[in-house]
């Protein structure tokens, strides 16, 4: 956010973007800070070749003890907090320092110690508390190296999958209604990047410039540059994604290469066939397969049972309507069991349904015949009383 966070706390205050030097000094002097708080702390790995930054973001998980914000102040030193609005007290807190307690007493420029020195500059310092470990390493992931993360997103989003902080999930339209359409495939980043043919030991190794993690998406065995675009929805709101921007014209360059070369059009490739392969190349490859094919098929009997199981077919069957429909329904409920129903054929079910309106009939006449026996004491006791 680089301050603006606290523009109505610290109205007479500023909070510069900080050289790299500065930025570092800081980092380095807040880790410890944290560390004996959480058990994971950690700032995912910067865009390479940036400039300068706004803020300094720490991600952690696993207290060590009840932790709250306020603890997390003390512990940073911090001036000003504003809190996460998570009731669970997770999510991004914000706190302002004053860069003079942060930085050495001798950074790298003349320019940048004047400014660190001044008692009205600060830094925002975000702490984003995480629900777990594998939470965590996600977070550190997909955040790493500027827009990177979002740069993979596009390309799972090119083979019909969606990645993001949470892992790799499908869509499945075979889980609708009765499930959400997007099942999870994993939540190991190691384990989806192996799936898209992609270096966890390049990733490690880190990277020095923007070109050289286009080049690492590129080596993807899913890369296909014409298959790439930023969704219409998107543009504006990325628009002040510097990285994120200089991918697609650098991508845009190569499939225009590719499509020269090619002899190819320039207008996206029909990929149906290739999305349904992958889709099911990937339920194999993270085990899901099984799980998948059971709600799908639990979703199909849903469906199935849906569609002859209901009050209109009851009532086309028995010429019944209102309660009556209502009153064998759950007659059929009590005493087959909706799981022997969806197990049923058209015809099956029928016939039960048939066999339950003689019984119910049956059970109308004896209330029936009830109701006149009472109705009949009642007028043997009224005329004794005349």
């Known amino acids: 956010m680089g301050g603006k966070a606290f523009l109505s706390l610290l109205p007479d205050t500023t909070f510069p973007r900080l050289a790299p030097a500065i930025y570092a000094s800081s980092k380095s002097s807040l880790l410890p800070r944290l560390t004996p708080l959480f058990q994971y702390v950690g700032v995912p790995h910067e865009a390479p070749e940036k400039q300068d930054y706004g803020d300094i973001d720490f991600v952690v998980a696993c207290p060590n003890a009840s932790i709250g914000h306020e603890e997390i102040k003390n512990a940073l030193g911090a001036n000003v907090c504003i809190p996460s609005a998570q009731s669970d007290g997770r999510g991004t807190h914000h706190f302002a320092m004053r860069l003079a307690d942060l930085v050495p007493s001798q950074p790298a420029g003349a320019n940048e110690q004047a400014t660190a020195e001044a008692s009205d500059v600060y830094v925002q310092v975000d702490v984003n508390i995480r629900k777990d470990a594998q939470d965590w390493k996600n977070i550190m992931f997909f955040h790493a190296y500027g827009d990177l993360g979002m740069i993979m997103g596009r390309l799972a989003a090119s083979v019909g999958l969606h990645l993001g902080e949470l892992g790799l999930k499908v869509s499945s339209q075979a889980l609708v209604p009765t499930y959400s359409p997007t099942f999870e495939l994993s939540t190991s980043m190691p384990d989806i990047m192996s799936f898209f043919g992609l270096s966890m030991d390049r990733w490690e190794a880190g990277f020095a410039t923007q070109h050289e993690t286009f080049e690492w998406i590129a080596s993807s065995r899913f890369y296909v540059p014409c298959q790439i675009s930023i969704p219409a929805s998107r543009a504006k709101s990325r628009s002040n994604r510097s ?144």
């Open 243 to 386: 990285m994120y921007q200089a991918y697609f014209h650098w991508n845009d360059a190569r499939a225009k290469a590719t499509a020269q070369n090619d002899g190819l059009s320039l207008q996206k490739q029909e990929t149906n066939d290739t999305e349904t392969i992958i889709r099911q190349e990937a339920l194999v490859f993270f085990g899901k397969q099984e799980e998948h094919n059971a709600l799908a098929q639990e979703n199909e009997r849903r469906l199935r049972v849906k569609a002859m199981w209901n009050g209109r077919k009851v009532g086309e069957w028995t010429s019944w309507s209102g309660r009556l429909v209502g009153r064998l329904m759950k007659f059929m409920r009590q005493s087959v069991g909706e799981q022997k129903i969806g197990e049923m054929t058209e015809e099956e079910l029928k016939q039960h349904v048939l066999q339950a309106k003689e019984t119910i009939e049956l059970q109308l006449a004896q209330e029936q015949q009830a109701r006149e026996s009472v109705q009949a004491d009642v007028n043997v006791n009224t005329s004794d009383l005349e």
